[in-house]
């Protein structure tokens, strides 16, 4: 089956810098990769998804890349707030099942 | 509100006990899930029902049973549980199960096995 793994566990930035986040999966055939962020306390919330036909897309401050090839994509967050602190998980999804990483506790201190 | 609501919030239970949580979703959609959220593995699919027929079974403990009668409603059954069963059990619903796409997910229910 597929295996996600996301790196870092924890990360810490200061408000202004940018915020990367990196996942790798294994099975080749996974073709939708979405990005959710959690608050405390709160459920899970799509904040940008990638499907395996496009390299790179971009809403605003936050962006992902997709490399298919080393099977490894990547949000990055530019100009960071202290409201973009929150547990960030990454995807891999095929035939409606999606797996996903073990999740990155970003802290954007003011 | 993302329109995918769960009761009950909360849940305590004993280990022979058998209750069942609900999840409802008002968007039209054709697919549900259900995720445990544990500190040990945060975010691990266990079922998939697409047009009210199960797709994916994650290799879940027979112990939990699902049930979907109809394309709004998704139900798990729990008897038997075991204290390690304590978790947040988290309720999706998304417009197709296949392709993938976005996820809408509901405020779970906190699950205490004692």
């Known amino acids: 089956g597929e295996n996600v793994e996301q790196h870092p566990s924890t990360l810490s930035v200061q408000e202004g810098d940018s915020a990367v986040i990196k996942c790798t999966y294994s099975?080749?055939?996974?073709?939708?990769f979405p990005w959710y962020k959690q608050e405390l306390g709160k459920r899970p919330q799509l904040i940008i998804d990638i499907r395996s036909n496009v390299g790179e897309k971009k809403d605003q401050r936050i962006a992902v890349t997709l490399n298919k090839t080393a099977k490894h994509f990547s949000l990055h967050i530019t100009e960071t707030q202290p409201e973009d602190s929150a547990v960030y998980f990454c995807a891999a999804a095929n035939a409606g099942k999606s797996t996903f990483g073990d999740g990155t506790t970003l802290t954007v201190k003011p | 509100e993302t329109g995918v609501t769960q009761t009950p919030r909360h849940l305590v239970m004993g280990m022979t006990n058998k209750k069942s949580l609900k999840c409802e979703q008002h968007l039209g959609h054709n697919a549900m899930y259900w995720y445990k959220q544990s500190a040990k593995k945060p975010l691990e699919l266990m079922f998939v029902y697409s047009l009210e027929e199960r797709v994916e079974n994650n290799s879940v403990p027979s112990r939990f049973s699902p049930e979907c009668p109809n394309s709004s409603h998704l139900f798990l059954h729990l008897h038997t549980l075991q204290p390690e069963d304590s978790a947040l059990y988290l309720c999706?619903?998304?417009?197709?199960?296949?392709?993938?796409?976005?996820?809408?997910f509901g405020p779970g229910t906190r699950l205490t096995v004692l």
């Open positions: 999706a619903s998304s417009h197709r199960a296949i392709p993938n796409n976005e996820q809408f």
């Open positions: 099975d080749s055939a996974s073709n939708y």
